[in-house]
């Protein structure tokens, strides 16, 4: 499981991801065909803000698009309604070699990640409790110091916020997650996390992003539902459709 601090036992993904855009009804379709080869990962709704950092120069975000065969973000990540900066997050460096994404991410809260980027200073937070967690979020947060190092200065650049529902697939004892983004929508940059006010939506109204994440071939029984459904894989990638977006929007 991923979603949510109340999952954070998993720190470390290493995966394949697969994309499809969804038209209105279409994910219903299928999770009625896949029926109870799927079940419900969590609570039947999350909220979920990713705040990506950048360059002044939008550098990694531009790279990213290029599409090259190494590239990687640091974001960060909050799941439900952030009250205040005490709101745990998750601060997250995601990279992708050639088709394979990995990702490693530590929790702490809002404040201490803001200091983290802004000044450097490492959450105490984070380096509490048995010893491999620590060792594990030491050598996380070295790694993002690393690139924070190698990229100067990062600020927020874009925020992208939506809705997931998320399932696991359990049939021929495939490890499978699921997941359906509704109501995708961006925003500028802020360390106001929950301001998504005056968001810009990104997916056409009922609409929905379904990403499949496995690390083995996807089970034949789901193939065939996918392809009697007409659904295929395409690229699309959030961050790239939120700083397309907010570059035309600051061109007007």
């Not at 109870?36 to 803000?49: M, T």
């Not at 995708?184 to 939506?201: F, T």
């Amino acid at each position: 499981m991923e979603d949510g601090p109340q999952h954070s036992v998993l720190n470390v993904f290493e995966r394949q991801e697969k994309k499809y855009l969804l038209e209105a009804g279409m994910a219903e379709k299928l999770l009625a065909r896949c029926g109870s080869a799927l079940e419900p990962d969590g609570r039947s709704s999350i909220l979920i803000r990713s705040l990506y950092l950048d360059t002044p120069s939008h550098l990694l975000i531009r790279r990213s698009i290029e599409k090259p065969v190494f590239k990687e973000k640091l974001r960060v990540r909050s799941y439900g309604i952030i009250q205040d900066d005490n709101h745990p997050v998750f601060l997250e460096i995601k990279k992708k070699y050639r088709k394979t994404v990995y990702k490693r991410r530590v929790l702490m809260t809002l404040r201490d990640a803001r200091r983290f980027v802004e000044d450097g200073v490492v959450p105490l937070s984070s380096l509490r409790g048995d010893n491999a967690k620590v060792a594990l979020n030491r050598q996380i947060i070295n790694e993002m110091y690393g690139a924070l190092e190698c990229y100067g200065a990062l600020t927020p650049s874009f925020l992208v916020g939506y809705e997931r529902r998320a399932y696991c697939y359990h049939a021929t004892g495939v490890s499978l997650r699921l997941t359906l983004d509704s109501n995708l929508g961006w925003g500028k940059g802020s360390w106001d996390v929950e301001d998504m006010r005056g968001a810009h939506p990104l997916l056409p109204p009922a609409a929905c992003l379904m990403e499949l994440k496995t690390t083995a071939p996807l089970p034949l029984p789901l193939t065939h539902a996918l392809d009697a459904l007409h659904l295929y894989p395409r690229g699309f990638s959030k961050a790239a459709q939120a700083y397309r977006a907010l570059k035309e929007r600051e061109e007007q």
